[in-house]
């Protein structure tokens, strides 16, 4: 891997986008080498992931232009479906993913930040879709995600008229859950960055989903991803069913036993997945 760094810690993986000299553009190699790391992850051990980019400046600055300047109509049709099937199984992902956003995140960067599950950022983020500025749409499933995230009103000032917007303004449309700024002592010393903030707080949330029982949460997500897609009635019957798919699992019947006893004597150990 040239441009994608992965570790795992506890039952964390942390995935960084590390094309820092070109602020993590998104060319076909980076797709190629994320799509190959998103195959890679151990679900057996791994229950959540953090998604961030290398460096201080940029999380992910958008799709490489230099790449995208001279593709063919067909050459460019090809080049958004590559980056909209791995955008799709990041969000499908069985596991829930959170996005640790620092700095840019302009066109596919911000893109890519909506197909997680949650968004974090510090308070330098820069999000938005500046395409038609460039001549083409978004192209990485921002048309379809941003409308469904703040609003389509939103959605389409933001997308039309190419503005960037910051972390403040991100927060109060609903773009991102939390801001993190920098720590600073009582003599205005800084003794954390927002980065250093950002980043902590994305492993402690990363960390607390990854106690909870693992099969309850993926089939959260699962309910949650398939019930925006249909019907109210037909989102029921999705979540009755994934409701029902827990019990009789190791998970359930030690979770319930443990809050039935009244005497907690029993040490509460990690759910077993299964």
């Known amino acids: 891997m040239e ?3 992965y570790d795992v810690k506890g039952a964390v993986g942390v995935i960084t986008i590390t094309r820092e000299r070109a602020l993590n553009a998104l060319n076909s190699q980076v797709l190629d080498e994320l799509n190959e790391t998103l195959d890679n992850v151990d679900l057996d051990t791994v229950r959540c992931l953090v998604l961030t980019g290398a460096g201080s400046k940029s999380f992910v600055a958008g799709a490489d232009i230099g790449e995208m300047s001279t593709l063919t109509k067909s050459e460019g049709e ?3 479906k ?13 596991i829930p993913v959170i996005a640790a956003v620092n700095g840019f995140a302009l066109g596919g960067g911000c893109e ?40 389509p009103g939103m959605a389409k000032q933001l997308i039309y008229t190419a503005r960037n917007i910051k972390a403040d303004e991100a927060y109060r449309i609903g773009l991102v859950n939390a801001v993190y700024s920098a720590s600073k002592d009582e003599e205005g010393n800084v003794t954390a960055t927002a980065q250093e903030n950002l980043m902590a ?4 949330m990363a960390s607390g989903i990854a106690k909870n029982a693992p099969i309850a949460v993926r089939n959260c997500k699962k309910a949650i991803n398939e019930g925006l897609e249909v019907d109210m009635d037909s989102a029921l019957v999705v979540e009755e069913k994934l409701f029902g798919d827990c019990f009789e699992t190791e998970d359930q019947r030690y979770g319930m036993a443990f809050f039935l006893d009244k005497n907690k004597e029993k040490v509460k150990e990690p759910f077993k997945n299964r």
């Open 3 to 5: 441009y994608i760094a």
């Open 112 to 151: 890519i930040s909506m197909s997680c599950d949650i968004r974090l950022c510090s308070d330098n983020a820069v999000f938005g879709q500046p395409e038609v500025g460039l001549g083409i749409t978004p192209g990485f499933g921002g048309t379809q995600r941003l409308a469904r995230l703040v609003s």
């Open 82 to 94: 590559k980056g909209n099937d791995v955008f799709r199984k990041l969000e499908t992902f069985p």
């Open 78 to 80: 090809a080049f958004g």
């Open 201 to 204: 707080a994305a492993m402690k």
